[in-house]
């Protein structure tokens, strides 16, 4: 599922609310372009939440254009057929709103929310930024800037770094093992023709959906988003041919040196893919118990209990193919194999016992709690449809409570089996190199 922070106060929240009554399905709809037009109506306050996915992240790169997706993202905002710089971004002040983008493995997507009265014109700028961009160099040069400094301030957070190589040493050929943002020296590489190229390769019609929830006539919205975005072309993406995502034939174990004051253990498994609904989600309910929840064994036992570790966590976000599932703890290297055992024995109990009902029983309140917060506006219920959208089927935003509900704890001993296998685990182990050490 889509992960953002668990607010403790969420639990008391979910077991006074209704807020998890299962959610009213979407209306999907196909237009003769190819464009996916999902909806769900609800007029209890004047608001609309729009979201526009593109089924165009990291995955559909190489090693030569790894980066231009995100890139792209940036410069969707500036310059367009009908807009100089800055002016989207004045032009949705001016309706009280502001845009919002998202580059991940498997898509790019821009969002905000308005007053319903607004939505035509919304809409007009959304097709803007998908249809119109123009790339200008300066902006290009400009943004490049940008994009090597959020690269730079990624490098000051081990514990993404240390997912980055677990992400490299378990996908291997397959392009989930490059980085989401690139690197600086790729992004400065790229040409302003590579980036119209990919722009207009992906961003058409089949392989993007147009989310609505709010305050809007279905009928009459699906003429507006038509009239918005009839210059997509309905080309079809020509899918590239990329390497088939497989668990490691043996365990993976890599050491490097990294700029840290602490050493850190990740662990990864290759687990579902967004299509293996049951299976994603028994894994975010065993992970939540394992390493994310409010309470979870990591930050319990392995760092309150232990003290083998300063701060550890666990990590699966639901992705169009396998997806990562990861385990990282920053230690030391006198406790690091300490550390590591301890991981495996928990892992092998879990296998074998599977999580106690009273845990099981707290992480789906969790879980559901998390769920309830993500979906408690327009933005949020639209931004949940066009992820799933994205990585598998959006009607599954509908039917995540009563998956999460049905979960055993059979079942979670079963996935635990499926991709928990210790044989078949990647290993990377980041310690302090010599060269001096940074927080």
């Known amino acids: 599922m889509i992960r953002t922070t668990i607010y403790s106060a969420i639990i008391l929240f979910v077991l006074q609310s209704s807020a998890l009554a299962q959610p009213s399905t979407y209306k999907v709809t196909q237009m003769g372009n190819g464009l996916t037009v999902i909806l769900q109506e609800d007029h209890a306050v004047e608001l609309v939440g729009i979201d526009v996915w593109v089924k165009a992240g990291s995955a559909m790169e190489t090693p030569d254009t790894n980066g231009i997706s995100h890139l792209i993202e940036h410069l969707a905002f500036g310059s367009t057929n009908k807009h100089k710089a800055g002016e989207i971004d004045l032009e949705m002040e001016s309706l009280g709103a502001t845009l919002d983008a998202r580059t991940s493995r498997d898509w790019a997507h821009f969002s905000t929310t308005v007053s319903s009265r607004y939505l035509p014109k919304a809409l007009d700028v959304l097709s803007e930024i998908v249809t119109g961009a123009q790339f200008d160099q300066k902006e290009m040069d400009r943004e490049r800037l940008i994009v090597a400094d959020e690269i730079a301030k990624k490098q000051t957070k081990p514990m993404e770094i240390c997912r980055d190589y677990l992400a490299k040493e378990l996908y291997q050929d397959h392009p989930y093992a490059l980085p989401i943002e690139g690197t600086e020296d790729n992004v400065n590489k790229l040409t302003r023709q590579q980036v119209i190229d990919h722009y207009h390769n992906l961003y058409t019609a089949p392989n993007m959906a147009v989310v609505l929830v709010g305050d809007f006539d279905s009928q009459q919205a699906v003429a507006e988003i038509g009239r918005a975005f009839q210059s997509l072309s309905n080309k079809p993406v020509q899918k590239q041919e990329a390497a088939a995502v497989m668990p490691p034939s043996a365990r993976v174990y890599k050491t490097f040196d990294a ?90 109990q879990v296998r074998q016992q599977g999580i106690p009902e009273n845990s099981l029983a707290l992480a789906k309140r969790e879980l559901l709690g998390e769920y309830a917060f993500q979906n408690e506006t327009y933005g949020g219920r639209a931004n949940t449809a066009g992820f799933y959208f994205a990585v598998s089927d959006p009607q599954f935003a509908c039917r995540y409570i009563e998956c999460i509900q049905s979960v055993t704890n059979e079942d979670i001993i079963r996935v635990a089996k499926k991709y928990l296998d210790p044989n078949k685990a990647v290993i990377v182990v980041l310690q302090p190199d010599k060269g001096g050490a940074k927080e």
């Open 259 to 348: 700029p840290y004051k602490s050493d850190y253990l990740g662990i990864a498994f290759l687990g579902p893919s967004g299509e293996e609904y049951a299976d994603v989600c028994a894994v975010d309910l065993l992970l939540t118990c394992f390493g994310f929840g409010n309470r979870n064994w990591m930050q319990d036992e392995l760092v309150k209990k232990m003290g083998l570790a300063t701060e550890a966590s666990s990590d699966f976000l639901t992705q169009r193919y396998p997806a990562m599932i990861s385990l990282i703890a920053a230690t030391t290297d006198l406790s690091l194999e300490q550390t590591k055992n301890a991981v495996f024995a928990q892992i092998e």
